[in-house]
């Protein structure tokens, strides 16, 4: 059983593990970095740590520091929220060594997930639809060969990828050696490996991911799906569950696919397969072998605890439920709410004079934000996430429109303003949106 968890993160993702802890009867050891000793997680624990210097990566990616944390408090598993090490095979193996219980999945699993090809290539194997596309790596040499095959336009993407970079679309067979080499050299640039890909470029689709979880023994389960279709330069903004595009039988065909594919694999914690859906059809991406930001409209929509389920199965105690018991109720709605100019998106890091978050049925604020607070410069700008949920689609926006005017954070820049003219907005109202929507809308409404 685990007794004690170190939680090697930051922000609202710490608060948010401190809590399923705390629920489980478990201590918990908070690590911060000098620039977070007044942080809320910091204060809720029951032990904190301090682990270095502002930057990342002499604190919250320092694996020997948090490694000597444990050792000093005496912490038996160790939660890494998302981000930072959360996806570090090395990092699961080091804990391993040191008989620390890494909250998450095997190393081998994380590895297999965090190369984009052979991830492709085992979802493929496992049954999930995969975007139509290069087997594994293009050369220049065998890019229009390739390219042909697929059909143009196609999207050029690094193996090693993530954040957005090192992609580039060749609409055209003229486009294309230029496509490969940008690619190629940003890939480098950003990974340290210039290795890429060739997939189908899909012109409007959705971006809808499926929730799973699993034991590690062979048992999986989905929790439907999420649909983050409303991005900024490949970041979430605004997700809902359900999907706005999905019926009944859709979800649970393709939570199905996944939930089995996790069985096969054997894969132990949470994770989420993600898709682009065009026509009706669903292509894999990728998979993320972690919690994500946008898990609680998971949790509003199921009543389902994914932080509770990630620690059950990392100490053996299997899932506590099983597909059947997991019934759908309601829509859900997260708002990212971040330290940014609404309208150009720099960060506005500082102080916060005034905090006040919203209540009543059906409101959730995960923040480690508040009063006095003052937001460091280091990090990124996601400072809380508000979460809606209501019986309906309907009740949601209704509910979320209510919310949005309640909530006071002054001091810095908030995206607050952002959520408040997309409620009013007739696309999102009705549901209908791709994942270059809000882009267009914010360059439509910059001109105006
Ligand atoms: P990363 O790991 O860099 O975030 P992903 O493979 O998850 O890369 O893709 C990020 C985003 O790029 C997707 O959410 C989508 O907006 C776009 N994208 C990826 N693959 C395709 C594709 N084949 N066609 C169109 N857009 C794509």
Partial sequence: MISKVLIANRGEIALRVLRACKELGIATVAVHSTADADAMHVRLADESVCIGPPPSRESYLNIHQIVAACEITGADAVHPGYGFLSENAKFAEILDAHGITFIGPTAEHIRIMGDKITAKQTAQELG??????????????????????????????????????????????????????TARSEALAAFGNDAVYMEKYLGKPRHIEIQVVG???????????????????????WEEANSPALNV?????????????????KYRGAGTVEFLYENGEFYFIEMNTRLQVEHPITEAITGIDLVHE???????????????????????????????????????????????????????????????????PYYDSLIGKLIVHGRTRVECM???????????????????????????????????????????????????
Avoid at 250 to 256: A, D, F, N, S
Wanted: glycine share 12%; hydrophobic share 35%; charged share 25%.
């Fill in 249 to 265: 039988e859709q979800r649970m065909k393709i939570g199905q696919v996944c939930a089995d594919a996790m069985k096969k694999l």
């Fill in 128 to 181: 999930i639809p995969v975007v139509p596309g290069s087997d594994g790596e293009v050369k220049p040499e065998n890019a229009l060969e390739v390219a042909r095959k697929i059909g143009f336009p196609v999207l050029i993407k690094a193996t090693a990828g993530g954040g957005g970079r090192g992609m580039k679309v060749a609409k055209t067979e003229a486009d294309l050696e230029e496509a490969v080499s």
């Fill in 310 to 376: 990630q620690i059950r199965v990392a100490s053996g105690a299997g899932l506590s439920v099983t597909q059947e018991d997991i019934v759908f109720s309601g829509h859900a709605i997260e708002c990212r709410i971040n330290a940014e100019d609404p309208r150009t998106f720099v960060p506005s890091p500082g102080t916060i004079t005034h905090f006040h978050a919203p209540g009543g049925l059906g409101v959730r604020v995960d923040s480690g934000a508040y009063q006095g607070y003052k937001i460091p």
């Fill in 215 to 237: 034991d590690g023994m062979g048992n999986a389960v989905h929790l439907g799906e999420r649909d983050c279709s409303l991005q900024r330069r490949h970041q979430k903004v």
């Fill in 398 to 448: 209704m509910r979320l429109r209510r919310v949005l005017d309640e909530f006071v954070i002054d001091g810095i820049k908030t995206t607050l303003p952002l959520f408040q003219d997309l409620i009013g907005n007739q696309d999102i109202a009705n549901g209908d949106y791709d994942i270059h929507w809000l882009e267009n809308y914010l360059a439509s409404t910059t001109d105006a």
